[in-house]
């Protein structure tokens, strides 16, 4: 029950140039790859779990929402004539249907499943095929959020070592990070997703109000408050409304990823033995690098 984090989505207007500032992190990034329902994106591939950048490639072709049927590229469009940010929270599964069959048991709000294929191109040159089954779960008390689970078909074409290597050191992605009015109010749903066991919740506005224990990296959700005390700046997300504002990532050494940062020209807080850049340089969110 405790599904672990997959991936996060980023949604940009750009995406070679979005390539481009992940680069200057100290990222590998894989080659543009396109989606058949008319988005693109590249990833940044980590031990077990990686980032996903969107964009949008031929908005003529975007499926709609349908009745029971959750469109990714629609709900990506959609963001994306807010915003740029983080719209997407990805689980890690082995089904994604029994995923779907466990959401609607939990009384979520879940949606068909929906398999795909794109082709993606290897370290090499070469392209093969990867597929994937999702099974998409929302709230309505959410409206800027999106979560789902993604069952990887062909997890031999999907992770390469050459991909998964990055000048920084980066490991795997630690911590998504929301923010709520009042994250409490939305416990129910992540143990609707999770379990009773994996969700804590704490009154202090200094401390996390909301955290997710997963297989692979926990969920934390912040007010407002503790979301400025932490990062020193105001949420570019709506504060009215739960939504995806920030995300850690575990690093080998955190003098390497200060002199990346620094090389690079990129404005960056170290406070409590962490380094965070962003949102204003990070496409609205906020990128936290911590050692284990």
């Not at 249907?97 to 048991?105: M, Y």
Request: charged share 20%; aromatic share 10%.
């Amino acid at each position: 029950m405790v599904r672990g984090i997959d991936h996060l989505v980023m949604v940009v207007n750009a995406l070679e140039a979005a390539r481009g500032v992940y680069e200057r992190l100290g990222f590998t990034t894989t080659p543009r790859a396109l989606h058949p329902f008319g988005t693109e994106n590249f990833l940044v591939q980590m031990q077990g779990n990686f980032l996903e950048v969107v964009g949008i490639a031929d908005a003529e072709i975007i499926p709609p929402h349908g009745p029971g049927v959750f469109s990714f590229a629609r709900g990506n469009a959609d963001f994306l004539s807010r915003r740029e940010g983080m719209s997407s929270l990805v689980f890690q599964t082995q089904d994604a249907r029994a995923d779907r069959q466990d959401f609607l048991a939990a009384n979520l709000d879940a949606f068909e499943n929906v398999d795909f294929s794109r082709k993606a191109t290897l370290p090499d040159g070469s392209e093969v095929t990867v597929a994937f089954s999702l099974a998409f779960v929302t709230d309505s008390t959410m409206p800027e959020t999106t979560f789902f689970t993604c069952q990887q078909h062909a997890p031999e074409h999907f992770w390469k070592p050459a991909y998964q290597v990055h000048a920084n050191g980066a490991h795997h992605v630690t911590e998504a990070i929301m923010v709520a009015p009042d994250p409490a109010a939305h416990a129910g749903f992540f143990r609707g997703t999770h379990g009773a066991e994996a969700v804590t919740i704490s009154g202090d506005a200094q401390s996390d109000g909301l955290c997710v224990a997963t297989n692979l990296g926990s969920i934390v959700m912040l007010t407002p408050t503790a979301y400025r005390e932490r990062f020193g700046a105001d949420t570019v997300g709506p504060i009215h409304s739960a939504h995806f504002a920030g995300f850690q990532i575990q690093v080998e050494d955190l003098a390497r990823q200060r002199a990346i940062l620094d090389d690079a020209g990129i404005a960056v807080r170290e406070v409590s033995g962490v380094l965070q850049i962003g949102p204003s340089e990070l496409f609205g969110v906020v990128m936290e690098f911590a050692t284990a």
